[in-house]
């Protein structure tokens, strides 16, 4: 089943104004379409600018599409006011790249779980649910007790995770999530999010510029450059044979740990579309 | 041309004393790039900040002998260490943003090395500082030199600081997860950079890092850290195609594709 549809979305952020020069847009999400079935991760990949963060946080309504329909669940969310769509929210978490910077340091664990669950469901039950959930996450009950700042970068990311799932999402967008722990940390988390599918009904849009991780976990993989998505296929077969040279380019820096001579720098045309190559490998035309 | 010898640092933890590095024992030779290779919390960091002294006062070199070019750096005073610092031993920094000075331009920042170590005059240093950007692939060295590190793109920043660090003429720099915070194909390029300084420039390079697949590209010798102490060591193609130690399989495991 559709869990979540993007029709054309476009988001430009206004660059630095000249005197009477026409504004620069930076085209940061430039009429994507993308299609997320619940159930079936998809990694989105791409260097840094490439706009997949900003595609991250149109989803979460925490940027508003300049056009476009993005269907959740069947509704569009775009058009909703930000009162409407608060009720809604709980459906799509986000996991955040920096574990520091993104748990409030004066709240206990409890406290910060406490918060998500309050905005999505009754008190009733309350500790039961955030002891599953810390315990989801592979940490002990007693850690609700404690502090942020007690926490290492992997379990602080953990906490995190255990934050979103208490308001049992259907869709876990996790931005870089991994990015910033070491590889054996990152296995780990990794693992656990591959887990945790098991006891909560979740699919997870997960963000990163490393296929490595990417495909550790997604079952379909979308590359994105200058904001527009240019290849999309299934995680093996992007891997086995990818078609777009921006896509080999990323392939051979992340498994061979090389550069290409000319790294790939053509602008894609306004009428650029997504064709089907066979066995669902679009890439862009 | 540097030889750690039975490195050991301590940290009083209340009541306890906690060993961070346990005996470790490392050689760089010349022209060569060692990898220090560890989970976070290894003690690799701690190591690669013991050879110039620069550890919070807390931490503790109970024993050991650091020996660069017939010099113990651990016992040397602390005046003649400030000629060493930045000038033989060099270091790069995981995050740029935090390494650099905000309120001063990459120009005077990278001329402040050179303005303590050489005796270039105020032009010459302006002319090394653009030589020095355009060394590291920076093709616009006269704007980045008037640039604050804010307005530089992560890439950029990384470079300017390696620019910083070959600025004295280093014989070893030391980089402690120099790509950990850049996207795969900015990795590609700063790793292509060092291989191409250290055959430029004749320098060794000591690279601290969590990532085998980095190590196996970039390096020549590789020793692995795990709580303190070096479990495996030996040249990167014999630890890497026939890991020993159950740690050094674990770290190769994961990084396999």
């Known amino acids: ?285 | 041309m540097l030889n750690i010898n039975g490195l050991t640092i301590k940290v009083a933890d209340g009541m306890d004393v906690k060993t961070l590095v346990a005996g470790v024992d490392l050689p760089i030779g010349e022209e060569r790039i060692v990898g220090l290779v560890g989970g976070s919390g290894s003690g690799k960091t701690t190591t690669g900040l013991a050879i110039l002294r620069l550890l919070s006062s807390q931490l503790n070199i109970t024993s050991g002998k650091i020996d660069f070019l017939g010099k113990d750096l651990l016992a040397c005073p602390e005046k003649e260490l400030r000629r060493i610092r930045g000038k033989d031993i060099s270091m790069v920094f995981q995050e740029p943003l935090n390494a650099f000075n905000p309120v001063f331009t990459i120009s005077q920042q990278i001329g402040e090395v050179l303005k303590y170590h050489t005796k270039l005059t105020r032009r010459q240093r302006k002319e090394r500082i653009e030589e020095l950007l355009n060394m590291v692939g920076i093709k616009d060295p006269v704007r980045v030199c008037r640039n604050y590190p804010h307005q530089l793109s992560g890439g950029m920043r990384q470079r300017a600081m390696i620019a910083q660090a070959i600025a004295a003429n280093p014989k070893l720099i030391i980089a402690d997860e120099p790509t950990s915070n850049l996207d795969v194909t900015l990795q590609a390029r700063i790793i292509e950079l060092f291989r191409s300084l250290r055959a430029d420039l004749k320098l060794s390079i000591l690279l601290i890092t969590h990532d085998l697949g980095l190590v196996a590209h970039l390096a020549d010798e590789v020793a692995v850290m795990q709580q303190g102490k070096i479990v495996e060591t030996g040249a990167t193609r014999q630890v890497l195609e026939n890991p020993s130690h159950a740690y050094t399989k674990k770290l190769m495991e994961v990084v396999k594709i």
Do not use: W
Not at chain 1, 206 to 235: D, P, Q, T, W
């Open chain 1, 1 to 285: 089943m559709t869990l979540l549809e993007l029709q054309n979305v476009r988001k430009y952020f206004p660059g630095p104004k000249h005197f009477l020069e026409e504004t620069q847009y930076v085209r940061a999400v430039d009429h994507v379409d993308l299609t997320i079935v619940e159930g079936e991760n998809l990694g989105l990949v791409g260097e840094s600018g490439s706009g997949k963060t900003t595609l991250g946080r149109l989803i979460m309504k925490l940027h508003k599409a300049d056009s476009g329909a993005i269907i959740l669940n069947g509704k569009d969310i775009s058009k909703l006011s930000d009162n409407e769509f608060r009720p809604l929210r709980k459906n799509v978490q986000m996991v955040f790249q920096d574990p520091y910077s993104s748990l409030d340091p004066r709240f206990t664990v409890h406290g910060l779980l406490a918060e998500a669950d309050q905005l999505s469901q009754e008190k009733k039950d309350r500790n039961a649910r955030l002891e599953k959930a810390i315990q989801a996450v592979g940490l002990d009950i007693s850690c609700l007790k404690r502090y942020p700042h007690e926490f290492s970068g992997g379990e602080r990311q953990r906490i995190a995770i255990a934050r979103c799932l208490v308001m049992n999402p259907k869709l876990l967008i996790l931005d870089e999530a991994v990015s910033s722990l070491d590889v054996l940390i990152q296995e780990q988390v990794l693992q656990l999010l591959k887990s945790l599918q098991q006891q909560y009904p979740v699919t997870y849009l997960f963000i990163s510029h490393n296929l490595r991780v990417v495909r550790k976990i997604c079952h379909k993989i979308a590359v994105m450059y200058r904001g527009k998505i240019v290849e999309l296929a299934a995680s093996d077969e992007i891997l086995r044979n990818p078609l777009h040279p921006y896509t080999k380019e990323l392939l051979t820096a992340a498994i061979d740990y090389k550069s290409v001579d000319k790294p790939y720098n053509e602008p894609i045309g306004e009428n650029s579309r997504l064709i089907d190559n066979g066995n669902g490998h679009f890439v862009i035309n």
